[in-house]
């Protein structure tokens, strides 16, 4: 991936190298829940049949009473992690750990196929989605990471 970058890729990387930094330290955003979307029903009902666990309850609970508020996207993500894809978390710090180790991870790719980018592991085992203000959005284990393109760069060519 080494190449010397055009000016168009230079001021690419550099705003990636930018928005990846950020994501180190960025809290996540807060999640608007749209049920009319397939992802947020299933999420939704899944949870709803582990209500009985404390962590789920309090998070319906809030939901429920204010169904309009955006929810914590930190906890939304490690719920329907561990809930619905059945990926075993102890907390949502997990997601934190998660992020930090493919962000510096100096093989990761680093893909921008749309407004977010994708930085994909190097076992291609998980991909994180930062957006371009550098906040964290998502991560996706077990990825297609077909439809992505070609990558922007490694996190070491960032470093570089």
């Known amino acids: 991936m080494n190449k010397v970058p055009t000016p168009e890729t230079g001021m690419a990387r550099k705003q990636a190298a930018d928005a990846l ?27 709803a049949q582990h209500r009985q666990i404390a962590e789920v309850d309090a998070f319906l609970a809030a939901y429920h009473a204010y ?33 930090r180790a493919v962000l510096t991870n100096p093989a990761s790719l680093v893909y921008k196929p749309g407004s977010r980018y994708r930085i994909v592991a190097p076992d291609q085992r998980i991909v994180v989605l930062v957006d371009e203000k550098g906040i964290p959005v998502s991560l996706i284990f077990q990825p297609d990471t077909s439809t992505y393109g070609a990558p922007l760069c490694t996190i070491q060519d960032l470093l570089d």
């Not at 930094?21 to 949870?47: G, H, M, S």
């Not at 809930?83 to 997601?95: F, K, R, S, T």
């Open 67 to 99: 169904p309009t508020q955006p929810v914590d996207s930190r906890q939304y993500h490690y719920l329907r992690r561990k809930y619905v894809n059945c990926i075993p978390m102890q907390g949502p710090e997990e997601l934190d750990t998660l992020i």
């Open 21 to 47: 930094t950020k994501a180190l330290v960025t809290p996540w955003r807060t999640l608007k829940l749209d049920t009319r979307d397939r992802f947020t029903q299933e999420t939704l009902n899944t949870l």
